[in-house]
Nanobody, 127 residues
């Protein structure tokens, strides 16, 4: 069973930076599209960033453009989310998601497009 395991969450002050990591199991070439989502208390899960394996196409939520960067290291079989300029409204539990379906061939911020999820890592930004 393919697995995704996130790490790197923590507590920072406004303006700080964090790098989240998502370790994937299995053949890295079988992960066609990867994404990061976040969910705060009482809110819906929100797509933050997505990357397509073969084309390295990316997509970002408007709220994080210019501050967050998604990348992947296939040799390490890991996806990263570099977060800078953090704001209190970025506080949430962050989830790594992956699709191994060849039918999804574009970056996506839609939760329903992904069938593998990590357990999440908490990010807290204080003012």
């Amino acid at each position: 069973q393919a697995q995704l395991v996130e790490s790197g969450g923590g507590s920072v002050q406004t303006g700080g930076s964090l790098r989240l990591s998502c370790a994937r199991s299995g053949n890295p070439y079988s992960w066609y599209v990867m994404a990061w989502f976040r969910q705060g208390p009482g809110t819906e899960r929100e797509g933050v960033a997505s990357i397509v394996f073969r084309a390295s196409e990316t997509d970002y939520a408007e709220s994080v453009k210019g501050r967050f960067t998604i990348s992947q290291d296939n040799a390490a079989n890991t996806v990263y989310l570099e977060m800078t300029g953090l704001k209190p409204e970025d506080s949430a539990k962050y989830y790594c998601a992956g699709s191994r379906s060849p039918w999804l061939n574009r970056a996506s911020l839609t939760p329903g497009d992904f069938n593998f999820w990590g357990q999440g890592t908490q990010v807290t930004v204080s003012s």
